[in-house]
Nanobody, 115 residues
Framework: VQLQAFGGGMVQTGGSLRLSCAAS????????LGWYRQARGKQRELVAT?????TYADSVKGRFTISRDNAKNTVDLQMNSLKPEDTAVYYC????????????WGQGTLVTVSS
């Protein structure tokens, strides 16, 4: 599975950005798609995932919305009311199951929220 992320950039506090990720390859093995982020000096953390159900980190609930388009094999992350603490590199993730379970990652896209 290959993942290519689009979007990101710089925005002021309170602004919005939309990230998009396109999956290709063995897409039928994908069980869950999601977004994670890693701020400088911190560990990578879950932002939101969508599979059989949708999960959000507490810090983004009510502000971020994840959506999956199975026809286009994409997963988007709409980010509203952005805060400086949302500044991070955002990574698209695909969790797959074939004979084994695997995690695949996109290349990461930087989101910077200025105060």
């Amino acid at each position: 599975v290959q993942l290519q992320a689009f979007g990101g950039g710089m925005v002021q506090t309170g602004g919005s950005l939309r990230l998009s990720c396109a999956a290709s390859g063995n897409i039928f093995s994908i069980r869950r798609l999601g977004w994670y982020r890693q701020a400088r000096g911190k560990q990578r953390e879950l932002v939101a995932t969508v599979g059989g159900s949708t999960t959000y980190a507490d810090s983004v609930k009510g502000r971020f919305t994840i959506s999956r388009d199975n026809a286009k094999n994409t997963v988007d992350l709409q980010m509203n009311s952005l805060k400086p603490e949302d500044t991070a590199v955002y990574y698209c993730n695909a969790f797959t199951i074939t004979s084994v379970m695997n995690d695949y990652w996109g290349q990461g896209t930087l989101v910077t929220v200025s105060s």
